[in-house]
């Protein structure tokens, strides 16, 4: 399973940093995303690293602004949201997909709330 941390309520402007750790399977096999779903609205993808961790991509939205990590030896993945704003927030989820066999495991969510 899927363990995310680190949600929380805060200034705009301000940063938190969520972590997803597994348990029960090592992450060194599968691609690491973070989603998040705001209140009415659909799940949205917001940054993906690969397995190795030599890869990473983010939404225009977060891009400059957010920053994807992982630590395959701790088996947990990280985001780190710098200059943080109101319509981020959202409740964010962790996703696991397998490279080979496209296995998908998801966490259960952290609730994050940007306001003054």
């Known amino acids: 399973q899927l363990v995310e941390s680190g949600g929380g309520l805060v200034q705009p402007g301000g940063s938190l940093r969520l972590s997803c750790e597994a348990s029960?399977?090592?992450?060194?096999?599968?691609?690491m995303g973070w989603f998040r779903q705001a209140p009415g609205k659909e799940r949205e993808g917001v940054s993906c690293?690969?397995?190795?961790?030599?890869?990473?991509n983010y939404s225009d939205s977060v891009k400059g602004r957010f920053t994807i990590s992982r630590d395959n030896a701790k088996n947990t993945v990280f985001l780190q949201m710098n200059s943080l704003k109101p319509e981020d927030t959202a409740v964010y989820y962790c996703?696991?997909?397998?490279?080979?066999?496209?296995?998908?495991?998801w966490g259960q969510g952290t609730q994050v709330t940007v306001s003054s």
């Open positions: 690293i690969s397995s190795s961790g030599g890869f990473t």
């Open positions: 029960g399977f090592t992450l060194d096999y599968y691609t």
């Open positions: 996703n696991a997909r397998h490279r080979l066999t496209g296995e998908v495991y």
